[in-house]
């Protein structure tokens, strides 16, 4: 604890914190940018990358939020419209009608290649930066770690890798 009762990590962690947040918002205005760019006006930032997680894989509603493809509490208006535009097919289950079988449809796998080669072409660029691929790894991993650490969190618990201190 430091002079003010603080723990030593709160205030790397409360930044960690804040940079996910800014770094969300900058990547959906860098994905925005390039659906306007490519003059798409039907889709936003958030649905283009449902199609992009989503890819050629075919999934149900339920499976796409599991699977972290979608953050959010509106996943079916955001099917709807995506469905209307002709982004996405939609088809019941013949096992299970109460569920549907969500797939990119070919204008939605046009918007999965163009943003693959728009992350191609930054990660590319982002050896200039000093920003390499084990610099990346790190990240990710404590990024994970933080994930795993909320998910117990969540329901109460403490992960395994967290010492009791």
Known sequence: MDKKGDCPVKASYLETIALIERLHRQCMDVVKNELDRLGVRDLNAVQAMILFNLGEAELTVGELTQRGYYLGSNVSYNVKKM???????????????????????????????????????????????????????????????????????????????????
Do not use: M
Request: proline share 2%; glycine share 10%.
């Open 83 to 165: 469905v209307e535009h002709g982004y996405l097919k939609q088809e019941r289950s013949p096992h299970d009608k109460r569920a549907t079988h969500l797939r990119c449809s070919d204008k939605g796998l046009d918007i999965c290649k163009r943003l693959d080669a728009l992350f191609a072409a930054h990660a590319e660029e982002l050896g200039g930066t000093g920003l390499d691929r084990q610099g990346l790894s790190a990240t990710n991993d404590g990024l994970h770690r933080l994930e795993g650490y909320w998910a117990a969190a969540r329901v109460g618990t403490r992960p395994a890798y967290i010492s009791a201190a």
